[in-house]
């Protein structure tokens, strides 16, 4: 069998068992182990599948993502929510990390009451938020920007992101599941990502239910680094469960529409 014969039924097993073993492939193509888990490394460079330990995982393609002005708009109720019920995790005083993406912004709108807070961020639309707000500090990165997303990213953002010292990180993704973990689709932003996290004592992802469950062709960072991750009530309850399995903090905002359910929500919230 040709190598691309082999790539190509490599994928079509994927997407019927949507996990693949190179003990298993390598027996039933009669090669070595060696030949399938360079099939594997060529399909993921390819973004076809992401491998894992003893074989591979199908990668669930996305969308191509809107720029980050135009996904405020999008499901715009619900980041409403999301965005203030992250803010209630965050106490007077601390310094916050705010990255770039809709969710995270809409957590920054419910942060400019607050007093003596210090946000740092690397993108431009957070900055924006705060430029006419007195008691909150605002620490900027330098780097290269990135026009869609706001954001400022490269090594010069890796950098600065070195010098400082936060308490919580608020950090919009693309996409993340218990499985691939936390994942992006633009290969450049991956290393400012990863330094993100690094810095992290502790990482919240504002992420409504289109995120969770989901997987891009870069992987950024496990499962296991994040904290707490604040969601919909139309996430799936499968999806949460294996995320809370994984010993992650999942916070699920509801709202049937009644007056008072969002104040009751984010009260418990608080308390907790």
């Not at 090594?155 to 919009?172: M, N, P, Q, Y």
């Not at 499962?223 to 399995?245: F, L, N, Y």
Request: charged letters at 25%; one cysteine or more; proline letters at 3%.
């Amino acid at each position: 069998m040709l190598k691309d014969e082999r790539q190509q039924f490599i994928l079509e097993e994927l997407r019927g068992q949507r996990r693949v073993w190179v003990s298993d492939l390598s027996g039933r193509l009669g090669v070595s182990d060696a030949t399938i888990r360079r099939d594997l490394r060529e399909l993921e460079e390819a973004g076809q599948l992401r491998r894992a330990h003893g074989g591979a995982i199908l990668v669930e393609p996305t969308r191509p993502e809107l720029p980050v002005v135009r996904r405020m708009d999008e499901h715009r109720y619900l980041k409403e929510l999301i965005g203030r019920a992250t803010a209630s995790l965050v106490k007077d005083g601390e310094t916050v990390f705010i990255s770039s993406g809709s969710s995270a912004a809409y957590v920054a709108r419910h942060l400019v009451e607050r007093t003596g807070l210090t946000v740092v961020t690397n993108a431009v639309n957070i900055l924006d938020t705060f430029l006419s707000v007195d008691n909150v500090t605002v620490v900027m990165t330098g780097g290269m920007l990135r026009p869609s997303e706001l954001s400022l990213i490269g090594h010069i953002t890796e950098s600065a992101l070195r010098e400082v010292r936060v308490d919580k990180v608020i950090f919009g993704v693309r996409a993340i599941s218990a499985a691939n973990g936390i994942t992006n689709d633009y290969l450049p932003e991956v290393m400012t990502d990863r330094a993100i996290i690094q810095m992290a004592p502790e990482l919240i992802i504002p992420a409504d239910h289109t995120k969770l469950g989901k997987t891009c062709s870069a992987f950024v960072a496990p499962i296991e680094c994040v904290a707490t991750i604040v969601t919909d009530s139309g996430a799936d309850p499968g999806i949460v469960d294996g995320i809370r399995a994984r010993g992650i903090r999942v916070i699920v905002v509801e709202d049937d529409g009644v007056s008072g359910i969002r104040t009751l929500c984010l009260d418990k919230l608080s308390a907790n």
